[in-house]
């Protein structure tokens, strides 16, 4: 932005100069009839016809312009009726060529031309016309013709330099044009001649000044138009004492003495000049030298110091990579070890103002909190910590790998865990109505699975199902139920049959195929979710809420990957004094503490790698045994408010949340099937399911039997077969490694006491006539019934594949299935199918019956696999060491599980050689705990307690 003043300055000092043209030209050629002030506009349009000017110059130099075009009409000075161009033209071109000859400032033709005018083109005009007046003055003063000895030379004021420098120095603006009026030419030619002169040019630069206006501050103008004044003596006065370090006085001293002295003075100045020049170009070349002696030193310089920068940058990069190896080994050793890994993320700051505790954040994972009370700090070291301005996509980043994992057949528990209000939910789920890119976790890691669904097409087909449950006061409910008018929707929680892990089997199982289905079904959930205002969170989770994502893929090879994502929101824990609920929040507070107590202690329990993890005291660590117990990868989100007030809760999550990263859980592994264990599970299924309806209708002939049974006969047992069988089925044992260890072929001793399945075997055995031939049989069956097994356990572990398929071929080709047995007697048959005992054989069932109960047993020996997999687990718990101890127990001991009739019995049922034994109850052989002996061989048992024909007391019943 141009300063206003000096634009006004300017503007006056080119008027002024304008009119002194004017003035000058009037008094040359006579009126011009245009203001004596005039503006730009009337200045150009009364010289455009070039007549004025040719005039000038004719006046000062006779001929200048030989021909010059008059107007006919306007005569010299109008101008309203403008000449035709090609006149006025020829005009102005001659002008210029004379002027240009007297070697003055020119200017363009054009810039007569046009009425807009622009600054600089006025201004040469002026300058023109203003050199023409320094010229007939230079004349006046005696100046000779054009080619004669002194000749015109248009000279700039010597002034004029020291003028700007002061001008520049006091801030005041000197326009350029202004030089040029300055002209001394004719001046300067007269002080050569004399001292007196001197006065004459000092007179002639103030009258200059003065005329123009220019160079002038206020002072000096005003005293300078005070006529009565001697206008030199003034400007000395005031040149001497406003520029004593200017050069203008020496200037003007050297021209009064130089003058006098003449040339002699002026070739010793000359001299001296010279001498100062050589010193000068002396100094410089030692300047030179040194310089380049300086660049020589810098040049070394640089080069030294750029082998040290490669140096250390070589060593830098070392450092960085050995840094970065390091972390890849330590996670690698994380992963080997089976570390939990935790991310720690804290809440933002809501109120402004209040103090944070957080001191430092890492980028290794560290974690640095202050005491707000004490000048004390704690140090916590994660996988990775989310500071206050991480987005939920950065969280999810670091999470995605994990979620990818999952379509490799791994499963992967996420759990967000942190006191109330510090962002679980957030992270999780999102903000309610939060836009897509918002969204938590939980739809962040569906939308990825189906990315890499459609990614991974052309190789597996992918289906992908939720559940979505909560554990609100200890009770699992299902968020998202088939029927939601529904007031019933608790879920139990189950061991799935096909892979001994826990599953909601009663839950409402979701296809999903898109994002927007995901969305749908969490809205749902979150709809159904237990929420409630407590005095730390307006929308406090009272519940901890679990989506359940099931993977399953289909390979074009045939396998199957089957993997689960467990997404964990947890309530928070709260201290009730401070969230200030009573009544039913007070319970669900009540509630939430316990299990997140027992979560702890489930996570104690696992760091000290203790033989007993307390599973099962709670909901939510029953629901996650699976995800803690080893077979996933685990990730926990701990969350913290940075608020000084929770300080003592963030140090708790923050201590948890360190406990939690120090627990080894083992290598996640794949869960992969190939074909044919897939095929053989599947029919084991079946067949199992087919057995327990069978059982079913053994149950129901046995209760018709009873019905109508006499009064007099006694039942051995009225317990079913069905519960005993699902407690046999839900019986869990960790994997006991020395399942992989045991030998295809058992000893004689150990198949001695295995229990059910091999005795069911021999129970369904004892149909068979040739009892030698079927006890052959039996061995055979139960032999490779141990290599399907150890096969399906392998399989399992994936310890060899083709392995497993080697013995399910031989097994399948080989296995030689029992011959429909001829029934031995009744006695017999009746406990081989699984009926009660009797004692009167005339009311036995049919034949025709049994028959057909012992074609179905031939078809449930396929599913001898299976069956061998529950009661294998059990047999090793029955080791020949706690059975010797057992033996050395009395026979009424009723803790002993093995009595010798029963062990009788286990013989004769395995080796099917029938030995005089006592009738046991079954329920010992099976595994049951209590064994109640039979005082008499025809006296049954009753269970429970015992009913006695005799009417005695058994001893005891458990
Ligand atoms: N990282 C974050 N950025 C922005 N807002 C957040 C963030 N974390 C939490 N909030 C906000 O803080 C409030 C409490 O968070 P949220 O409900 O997720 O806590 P919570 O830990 O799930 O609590 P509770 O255990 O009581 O359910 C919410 O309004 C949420 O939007």
């Known amino acids: 932005m141009a300063d206003p003043s000096r634009v006004a300055r300017k503007a006056e000092e080119a008027a002024a100069r304008r009119s002194q043209a004017v003035r000058w030209l009037e008094s040359t050629v006579g009126p011009l009839g245009i203001p004596a002030w005039p503006s730009e506009r009337e200045f150009v349009a009364c010289l455009r016809s070039g007549l004025v000017l040719c005039n000038a110059v004719n006046k000062i130099q006779p001929g200048a312009v030989s021909k010059v075009i008059e107007n006919p009409v306007q005569g010299v000075v109008g101008e309203s009726q403008p000449l035709p161009a090609y006149q006025y033209f020829e005009n102005v071109r001659n002008f210029l060529v004379a002027v240009e000859e007297l070697k003055l400032p020119v200017f363009e033709a054009c810039d007569l031309e046009r009425d807009a005018l622009d600054a600089g083109s006025t201004t040469k005009i002026v300058d023109c016309v203003l050199g023409l007046k320094a010229y007939q003055e230079w004349r006046q003063c005696g100046g000779e013709c054009v080619g004669g000895i002194g000749a015109w030379k248009h000279l700039r004021s010597p002034i004029v330099p020291h003028m700007i420098g002061r001008a520049h120095s006091q801030a005041i603006p000197t326009p350029v044009d202004s030089r040029r009026c300055l002209d001394l030419s004719g001046a300067s030619q007269e002080i050569l001649k004399g001292e007196d002169q001197t006065d004459a040019v000092v007179k002639s630069l103030v009258d200059n000044l003065f005329d123009s206006k220019e160079n002038v501050d206020h002072n000096l103008f005003r005293l300078l138009r005070n006529g009565n004044q001697d206008r030199v003596k003034i400007f000395h006065k005031i040149m001497s004492s406003c520029l ?26 000359l001299e001296t000049h010279e001498k100062e020049l050589k010193e000068l170009k002396a100094l410089l070349s030692g300047t030179k030298k040194e310089f380049e002696a300086l660049q020589f030193q810098l040049q070394s310089d640089l080069t030294q110091l750029s082998g040290e920068v490669c140096n250390f940058s070589a060593a830098a990069r070392g450092y960085h990579v050995a840094i970065k190896e390091n972390r890849k080994l330590y996670n690698m050793l994380q992963d080997l070890k089976g570390n939990i890994k935790v991310y720690c993320r804290i809440k933002p700051s809501f109120n402004a103002g209040v103090r944070s505790v957080i001191d430092f954040i890492g980028s290794d994972g560290s974690l640095m909190i202050v005491d707000p009370l004490k000048p004390s700090r704690k140090s916590f070291q994660f996988n990775k910590v989310f500071g206050p301005t991480a987005t939920q996509e950065e969280v999810y980043k670091d999470t995605q790998t994990l979620i990818r994992s999952v379509m490799d057949g791994y499963n992967v528990c996420i759990f967000a865990y942190g006191q109330t209000g510090s962002g679980k939910t957030h ?45 609100y006061n200890e009770q699992v409910r299902d968020l998202l139920p088939d029927d939601p008018s529904s007031n019933n929707n608790r879920l139990e929680i189950r061991s799935c049959l096909g892979n001994g892990g826990i599953c909601l089997p009663d839950g409402s199982m979701h296809l999903v195929e898109s994002t927007r289905d995901v969305l749908n079904l969490m809205e749902l959930g ?50 009730v004094d401070k969230s200030e609920v009573t009544g039913d929040r007070l319970k669900e507070a009540q509630h939430i503490n316990k299990s997140l107590s027992c979560l702890g202690d489930v996570i104690s329990a696992l760091g000290q790698k203790s033989s007993h993890i307390p599973y099962r005291n709670s909901k939510l660590t029953q629901l996650l045994q699976d995800s803690l117990g080893g077979k996933a990868k685990v990730l926990m989100l701990a969350h913290v408010s940075p608020e000084a007030d929770f300080y003592g809760e963030t140090i708790s999550t923050l201590k948890f949340a360190q406990r939690v990263s120090s627990v080894e859980l083992g290598t996640a592994h794949v869960n992969k099937e190939s074909n044919e264990i897939q095929e053989l599970k599947e029919q084991v299924d079946s067949l199992k399911q087919a057995l327990a309806v069978k059982e079913g209708e053994g149950t129901l002939q046995s209760r018709k039997f009873r019905e ?47 229990p059910v399945r091999f005795r069911r075997l021999s129970l369904e055995g004892t149909y068979s006539a040739n009892k030698d031939q079927t006890q052959n049989q039996k061995l055979d069956v139960q032999t490779r019934c141990h290599d399907l097994d150890t096969g399906l356990e392998n399989g399992n572990n994936l310890a060899s594949e083709s392995q497993v398929s080697k013995i399910v071929r031989r097994t399948r080709t080989s296995l030689p299935l029992p011959k429909t047995p001829e029934p031995l007697n009744k006695v017999d048959e009746a406990i081989s199918s699984n009926e009660p005992h009797v004692t009167n054989t005339s009311q036995l069932p049919s034949s025709t019956t049994l028959r057909s109960k012992g074609s179905h047993i031939r078809k449930s020996l396929q599913t001898i696999g299976k069956m061998i997999n529950g009661s294998d687990r059990r047999n090793h718990q029955h080791t020949p060491e706690k059975i010797s101890s057992m033996k050395g127990r009395s026979e ?37 705990r209590s064994i109640v002996p039979y005082p008499d061989e025809n006296q049954a048992l009753k269970t429970p307690p015992a009913v006695q024909a005799s009417g005695k007391a058994p001893k005891r019943w458990l």
């Not at 999780?428 to 990315?451: Q, R, T, V």
């Not at 407590?534 to 099931?550: E, G, K, P, Q, W």
């Not at 090879?557 to 947890?570: A, E, K, M, Q």
């Not at 006694?714 to 260890?741: A, D, F, G, M």
């Open 427 to 471: 992270t999780m789920c999102g903000p309610l109505n939060g836009e897509i890119k918002d969204m938590g976790i939980n739809y962040k890691a569906l939308s990825d699975l189906f990315e890499i669904s459609s990614m991974r097409k052309n190789t597996v087909r992918y289906e992908v199902r939720v559940q979505m449950v909560e554990i």
């Open 244 to 269: 004593e370090e200017d050069c203008l006085g020496e200037y003007l001293e050297h021209f009064k003495t130089d003058s006098g002295k003449g040339n002699i003075n002026r070739m010793q100045l």
């Open 526 to 575: 979150e709809k159904n979710r237990s929420v409630s205002s407590t005095a730390i969170n307006d929308r406090s989770s009272r519940s901890h809420s679990v989506l359940i994502v099931h993977v399953q893929g289909h390979e074009i090879s045939g396998s199957t990957l089957r993997s689960c994502l467990h997404l964990v929101d947890l309530a928070g824990s709260e201290r």
């Open 708 to 754: 109508t049974r006499p009064e007099n006969l006694t039942l051995t047992t009225e317990r079913s077969l069905r519960p005993r069988r699902l407690s046999i089925e839900n019986y869990s044992v960790p994997k006991n490694e020395q399942l992989l260890k045991t030998p295809l072929v058992r000893p004689k001793a150990e198949v001695e006491y295995t």
């Open 892 to 928: 009424v001991d009723v803790k002993s599980p093995t009595t010798d009739n029963a062990r009788a019995l286990r013989r004769q049922s395995l080796t099917n050689v029938h030995t005089s034994i006592s009738r046991a109850n079954r329920r010992s052989s099976l595994g049951g």
